[in-house]
């Protein structure tokens, strides 16, 4: 009985430390998202309209659900693609990396 125990108790711990780490949307992951041709059909990405963020030097104008938003019309226009749900780690994700292309003003 003690050896099922251990592998048992490895799993869960294993299962609670990929849960935590979906839980936080990651800049890595909003890159990689950015980068992704396989958002959609037509074969781009975020980074081919926007290459280094070019044209993101406003996104700090919108909160966080126009963004959102935007985002998702960006799929489904320029890439032929489903839309991402607004509260999934990928949509948080890709939101956290655009954001890094704001420049804000005071």
Same mark, same amino acid.
């Given at each position: 009985?003690?050896? =099922? ?15 935590? &780490? ?9 890159? +990689?998202?950015?980068? +992704?041709? !396989? ?8 980074? *081919? ?10 996104? &700090?104008?919108? *909160?966080? @659900? ?5 985002? *998702?019309?960006? =799929? ?8 991402? +749900?607004?509260? +999934?780690?990928?949509?948080?994700? @890709? ?10 003003? !005071?």
């Amino acid at each position: 009985m003690r050896y =099922i125990a251990i592998p048992v108790i490895l799993l869960l711990c294993t299962s609670c430390l990929t849960a935590s &780490a979906i839980e936080a949307p990651s800049l890595s992951l909003g890159k +990689s998202i950015f980068e +992704s041709t !396989q958002l959609g059909t037509s074969g781009r990405s975020c980074d *081919n309209c926007h290459p280094q963020g070019k044209g993101l030097d406003k996104v &700090a104008d919108f *909160n966080d @659900l126009e963004l959102k938003d935007i985002i *998702n019309a960006c =799929i489904r226009d320029a890439q032929k693609g489903q839309t991402i +749900s607004p509260e +999934s780690q990928e949509m948080n994700a @890709l939101l956290g990396y655009v954001r890094t292309f704001q420049i804000t003003t !005071q």
